[in-house]
Each structure stands twice: as C-alpha cells, then as structure tokens.
T-cell receptor
C-alpha cells in the first residue's frame, strides 16, 4: 500500500486565479494520476504523470489549463489555472502499486471552491 | 471501450439490514475488479478486489465475487452499520493498471 497526502485540503479561490495542489507519497512510485470529482459525480481522470516525462492528458483536459509537474518519484503537483466556478471540484491524486494486480491508492483530496 | 455500471442510488437501509449494490462491467480483456469506498469528506479507500474469475474479495464484512459469465461484481454485506454510510464505487483496471475506470458511485445511508 501507500500513504498519500495532499495540500491544501481545501481552498476557496476567486475566478481568474490559479491554485497549485501538492501530492506527496511515502514511497517511490512510477505512476501517479490526477482525478477530478465534480459534486455528486464519479471520478474523471485528468492526466497520468510519470517521473521524467511529460504528463499524458485525457480527452477534454489540456496542459495549459492543468499543468502538472513530477520532479521525483514521490511528489507531483497539479495547477488549476485561470479558474472559473466550473472548476469547483474535489481533486484527487492517486498512485499505482504493483502486486498481484495493479491497485490505485488515493490521497484525501483537495476540495476547491471557485467564487 | 471499458465501462462500469452501478445501481442507481441513493440506497437507504436500516441498521443490520442486508446490502447488495449491483455492479456490471464491459471490458475487452480480463480486468481486475475493485470496490472503493468514500466516507464523507474523505478520499477513496480500497475496500476489496478480485483479479480473476470466481475470485471473492472480502473486507470489513463486505464481499464481492468476480462473475465472468455475467460480467458482474456485486457488493454484499450481511448486516450494515451506521458507520457504513458512504459512497461506494465499483472500478476495473486492465492493461497493467492503466485505464482505470470507475462507476458512477452509489450513495448508501444507513439509519439507526
């Protein structure tokens, strides 16, 4: 398993500003993922972040809006840029742990409200 | 592509009632199947998993059996508690852990 922390846990931001969310893992992992969970909805994958390479974005998500850094095997950041109220969501990072199956473990999430 | 379908919620039960949350999936290969639970105000926690047909995952009194013939992975618990109130997500993964797909989630409320 893996223990994952996220900062901040929640924030209220004004439209047009940007917020950077940090994700820290207690062990080295190859693959990290960023998800968005809109109110009352399931999880939507934003991007996959591998250390040493550019993040891979899912359809509907672009690097200019959600730039991601992955400087080492235990840390990643997601920035939500030029925010609008539609960006109000919970943002979760997860890591893949390889074993018998490929499980994902999640951080506690960052609850973002854009006013 | 791959997809996961869950029963519509919310589900409201009395304490000690029997719980079933249906989950069916569509996949091109042979996925691993998972149930995740999200308690109020928290992130997702892995509840149980099964990696091949006829496997039964179990944890905290919850069980789910990987049924390849019906492409299902229904979650069951014999006697729910108030503390089980949460949102439950069925999920699958294949292709070496990528392409993780979540169902829409089912909100469970257990009343004392």
């Amino acid at each position: 398993s893996a223990v994952i922390s996220q900062k901040p846990s929640r924030d209220i931001c004004q439209r047009g500003t940007s917020l950077t969310i940090q994700c820290q893992v207690d062990s080295q992992v190859t693959m990290m993922f960023w998800y968005r969970q809109q109110p009352g909805q399931s999880l939507t994958l934003i991007a996959t972040a591998n250390q040493g390479s550019e993040a891979t974005y899912e359809s509907g998500f672009v690097i200019d809006k959600f730039p991601i850094s992955r400087p080492n095997l235990t840390f990643s950041t997601l920035t939500v840029s030029n925010m609008s109220p539609e960006d109000s969501s919970i943002y979760l990072c997860s890591v893949e742990v390889q074993g018998v199956s490929y499980e994902q473990y999640f951080g506690p999430g960052t609850r973002l409200t854009v006013t | 592509g791959n997809s996961v379908t869950q029963m519509e919620g919310p589900v409201t039960l009395s304490e000690e009632a029997f719980l079933t949350i249906n989950c069916t999936y569509t996949a091109t290969g042979y996925p691993s199947l998972f149930w995740y639970v999200q308690y109020p105000g928290e992130g997702l926690q892995l509840l149980l998993k099964a990696t091949k047909a006829d496997d039964k995952g179990s944890n905290k009194g919850f069980e789910a059996t990987y049924r390849k013939e019906t492409t299902s992975f229904h979650l069951e618990k014999g006697s729910v508690q108030v503390s089980d109130s949460a949102v439950y997500f069925c999920a699958l993964s294949e292709n070496y852990g990528q392409n993780f797909v979540f169902g829409p989630g089912t909100r469970l409320s257990v009343l004392p």
